[in-house]
């Protein structure tokens, strides 16, 4: 995934946005785009901000100033509820899965907002992206590896027919063919239309599975280039791959 699609509406834009916990401000004056069908990745040291502008852009956080519009709508003070029911949903750091319900109970909670007629239609495709989902459909989620809650979180998200499908660090913790999977699933949602913003601190994973790629350090935005052009930008080539400018 290394060329920008042809469509050029614009999905979201952020605009000016702060976000600060009492005196520490962990955002500040962020402005960006995430074209309509295409996949944005954030990378950044920890402790950088990406974290806090996808709980912004979700609804968890209090903006201290600036603007989020979504499909031509100004929804920076939507409560979380609101933004997702209109189609921003977020995988968490963390998956936040409901441990004492099975595989199958915990997507179902994803598509609570819809019509139950869909249920199993949904269930059906979230299987075929995942099919080891399927084999543990009946298993309590907090039994499960990892890599089997994360497919769990970002199936659940799924069954929320996502507009735009926010994912915080899907590969921490992974080991590498469980990240492959993740990853090949990512694409497969993508491909489908899926618009998705992904906060990722592997460079290299980042860049061959967005369009475009944001570089946030102290809060701010650094960089900003289309993925397949990222090593040739002096900042990214000195700060990320060791190369001197």
Do not use: W
Not at 98 to 113: D, M, P, Q, Y
Not at 208 to 230: F, P, R, W
């Amino acid at each position: 995934m290394t060329t920008l699609k042809n469509n050029t509406n614009t999905l979201l834009k952020v605009t000016n946005l702060c976000v600060c916990y009492g005196k520490i401000c962990s955002l500040e004056n962020i402005n960006l785009e995430v074209i309509e069908g295409t996949t944005l990745s954030v990378v950044g040291p920890n402790g950088a901000g990406k974290s806090s502008l996808l709980n912004a852009i979700a609804g968890l956080v209090p903006l201290k100033s600036g603007k989020i519009v979504y499909r031509g709508n100004d929804i920076s003070h939507y409560p979380t509820y609101r933004k997702s029911r209109a189609g921003l949903v977020l995988v968490p750091e963390g998956r936040q899965l409901f441990t004492k319900l099975t595989v199958e109970e915990n997507i179902t909670c994803g598509h609570i907002s819809h019509p139950k007629k869909s249920l199993s239609k949904t269930i059906k495709k979230i299987y075929e992206l995942f099919p080891l989902l399927e084999e543990r459909k009946k298993q309590l989620a907090g039994h499960l590896s990892g890599g089997e809650q994360q497919m769990v979180a970002i199936g659940r998200a799924i069954a929320n027919n996502p507009k735009l499908l926010m994912l915080d660090e899907p590969s921490m913790g992974l080991s590498p063919p469980i990240v492959k999977k993740i990853f090949e699933a990512i694409d497969s949602i993508s491909k489908q239309g899926t618009t998705i913003v992904l906060v990722e601190q592997n460079i290299n994973l980042a860049i061959h599975h967005s369009h475009k790629t944001i570089v946030l350090e102290g809060g701010k935005i650094q960089a900003e280039v289309n993925s397949h052009d990222i090593k040739d930008s002096p900042y990214i080539k000195s700060k990320y791959l060791g190369i001197a400018p």
